[in-house]
């Protein structure tokens, strides 16, 4: 038996209803989907910022050290050549 209702069938109504209900299912799911890969992305992003942080901070401690390293060495140099001509001028 199959009910009509302005030239439409009842059953015909019923399925087009639950394919808009499974419709919105899906979209609901993507939707959810679309948040959690937002969220996601978004914490990718605070990490990669906080690396690139620490890494900048390494650059810069690494030249902070060459500068020292340069430092020291040109001490040194010039320690050595005080004690090469105090041992010439001993001789």
Known sequence: MNLIYDGVSILDNEFIL?????????????IENCNALEAAN?????????LEEEIQGKVE???????EKAL?????????VKLDDVSKGQQ
């Open 72 to 80: 020291i060495r040109s001490k040194i140099d010039g320690l050595l």
């Open 61 to 67: 401690a690494e030249r902070s050290y060459a500068e």
């Open 18 to 30: 639950k394919q808009f209900e499974q419709i919105e299912q899906r979209v609901e799911r993507l």
């Open 42 to 50: 978004l914490e990718q992003k605070d990490k990669i910022k906080s």
